[in-house]
C-alpha cells in the first residue's frame, strides 16, 4: 500500500530540502514530428534543482539540458512576485550552476524561483517553497547515551549530484561524516512518519553497507520523459539520520522511424493479374496519411516505397513503438463506390464481395521494444536502447494479401 502522500510545501518542511517541480511550458507545446528540434526551454530546459537549506541562506544546484542562463530568486511568502531579498543569475550558456542565497531567518519558510533561458530567449521557470533550518543551541546525545560530536544530528549530506538518463539516473552522494548512505526513488511522492519521508515500495534503490563520505550508484528501469522523486537518507556511527528529498526527471526518449519499403509476394488477385494495392500505416495507434502508397497496379514480387521517403519523426514515452499497415485491394470499377477513411478499415483483415463493392484488406502489425534491441542491431540495450533497431512487419502465409514491411528506427534522448 502507497504511504498518504503530503503536499509540496509540507514535504519541503519535512525534509528541509525539495527538488523543483516541473511548471508548465514557457513556450508552445510541440506536436508530433518535432524531433530534430532538440531540447529547448520552450517546452522543458530544467531536469533537476536540489537545494541545501541552512539557518541564514540556502545553496541550490541546478541542472539544465539546454545551454542556458539560470537565474535564482528568494522571497518571502507574502511579497509579490520579483520583490527578491537575494538573487543570482549565471552567465548564458550553463547546463550546471550553483550558488548560495543569503539575507534569510532561521526556521522560516520561503518562496524559491529557478528559471533558465535558452539562446533563443526561451524561458522555462519553477517556483517551490523551502524551510530554512532552525538554530541548534546544544549537541544532542546519541543512542545510548554516546556523544554524537553533531555528526548527522544535523545535515550531514553535503551534496547530491544527479545524472538522469533515458531508462534511469546515475546518483553520487557527499557526506561530511563518515556514514551508511541509502538512495531509493519512486514515481510516486514520498509519505512521512513525524518527519521522516519514505516510499512505501520504492522502483529503485542501492546503499552502501560500510560507513562512507561519498557513494555512486545508479537506479535503472525508469520510464523516459518522467518525473521521480528520490529520498537520500544518511546514518552516522551514533545512529543520527540525515535525509534529502526531492524529484528529478529522466530524458526524454525520441524516436525517428522509416519505413524503407514493402515488399509484396502475393497481390491478392488469381493468374496473372495485377491487384490494385493501396497501403495505409499507422504508428502508436494513429493513422499516417503522409506515409501512405496511393494504388497502383501491383503484381506479385513488386518494390513499392512510403510517401515522404516513409519518415516519420516521435517521440514515444513507452517502451513499446506499435507499427501497422493495412493493404488494400479493389476489383470493381472506378465509377463504383469507394470505401474510404482517415484511417485502417476495421477489422484489421476483411474481405466485401457484393455487386459493384469488391475489396479485400490485410493488416500486418508489430510492437517493437525500443528497451531490447533484436539481436544484430546497433542500438544498445545498455543505454536504454539508444541507437538503430531493425525491424520487418510481414502478414500470415495465408492472408489474402501477403506482403513484408522493412524499415528501421533510430532511438536517442535528450
Excluded at 13 to 32: E, F, H
Excluded at 47 to 76: K, M, N, Y
Excluded at 139 to 144: K, L
Aim: net charge neutral.
Amino acid at each position: 500500500m502507497r504511504a498518504t502522500v503530503p503536499s509540496v510545501l509540507v514535504a519541503a518542511l519535512a525534509t528541509g530540502a525539495l527538488v523543483l517541480p516541473a511548471a508548465a511550458s514557457a513556450g508552445p507545446t510541440p506536436g508530433n514530428g518535432q524531433f530534430s528540434t532538440g531540447p529547448s526551454c520552450a517546452v522543458s530546459c530544467i531536469t533537476s534543482a536540489l537545494i541545501e537549506p541552512h539557518t541564514g541562506s540556502f545553496g541550490i544546484d541546478v541542472h539544465t539540458d539546454t545551454p542556458a542562463r539560470i537565474f535564482i530568486g528568494v522571497q518571502r511568502l507574502t511579497q509579490p512576485e520579483g520583490s527578491w531579498i537575494d538573487w543570482a543569475r549565471s552567465e548564458p550558456g550553463r547546463t550546471t550552476w550553483g550558488n548560495h542565497l543569503t539575507g534569510l531567518q532561521p526556521d522560516t519558510t520561503y518562496k524559491v524561483t529557478v528559471s533558465a533561458t535558452d539562446a533563443l530567449s526561451r524561458t522555462e521557470k519553477r517556483t517551490t517553497f523551502f524551510h530554512t533550518l532552525a538554530v541548534q543551541t546544544a549537541v544532542p546525545v546519541g543512542p545510548g547515551g554516546v556523544q554524537s560530536n553533531v555528526g548527522c544530528s544535523q545535515q550531514c549530506i553535503s551534496a547530491v549530484r544527479l545524472a538522469p538518463d533515458g531508462t534511469g539516473a546515475g546518483m553520487t552522494v557527499n557526506t561530511t561524516v563518515p556514514a551508511k548512505v541509502e538512495v531509493s526513488v519512486d514515481d510516486d511522492p514520498p509519505g512521512t512518519i513525524g518527519d521522516t519521508p519514505f516510499f512505501g515500495s520504492p522502483e529503485g534503490s542501492f546503499s552502501s553497507a560500510q560507513f562512507v563520505t561519498r557513494r555512486a550508484g545508479f537506479v535503472d528501469g525508469l520510464v523516459p520523459g518522467s518525473n521521480y522523486h528520490i529520498i537520500v537518507r544518511a546514518t552516522d556511527a551514533s545512529g543520527f539520520t540525515a535525509y534529502r528529498h526531492g524529484i528529478f526527471r529522466t530524458k526524454s526518449r525520441r524516436a525517428k522511424l522509416v519505413l524503407e519499403g514493402v515488399r509484396v509476394y502475393y497481390d491478392g488477385d488469381k493468374g496473372g493479374n495485377r491487384g490494385e494495392l493501396g497501403f495505409a500505416p499507422a504508428v502508436n495507434q494513429e493513422y499516417r496519411s503522409q506515409l501512405r502508397i496511393k494504388e497502383e497496379k501491383v503484381a506479385s514480387g513488386n518494390w513499392l516505397e512510403f510517401s515522404g521517403d516513409g519518415r516519420l519523426d516521435l517521440a514515444p514515452l513507452s517502451r513499446g513503438l506499435n507499427i501497422a499497415v493495412q493493404a488494400r485491394e479493389r476489383d470493381h470499377a472506378s465509377s463504383c463506390y469507394d470505401r474510404s477513411s482517415s484511417g485502417l478499415w476495421s477489422p484489421d483483415n476483411g474481405r466485401v464481395d457484393k455487386w459493384c463493392e469488391k475489396r479485400t484488406w490485410v493488416t500486418a502489425r508489430k510492437v517493437i521494444d525500443l528497451d531490447a534491441p533484436v539481436p544484430g542491431s546497433d542500438a544498445s540495450p545498455i543505454e536504454g536502447g539508444a541507437g538503430r533497431h531493425e525491424f520487418d512487419v510481414k502478414t500470415s502465409d495465408t492472408a489474402g494479401i501477403r506482403f513484408v514491411v522493412y524499415g528501421h528506427v533510430v532511438v536517442k534522448y535528450s
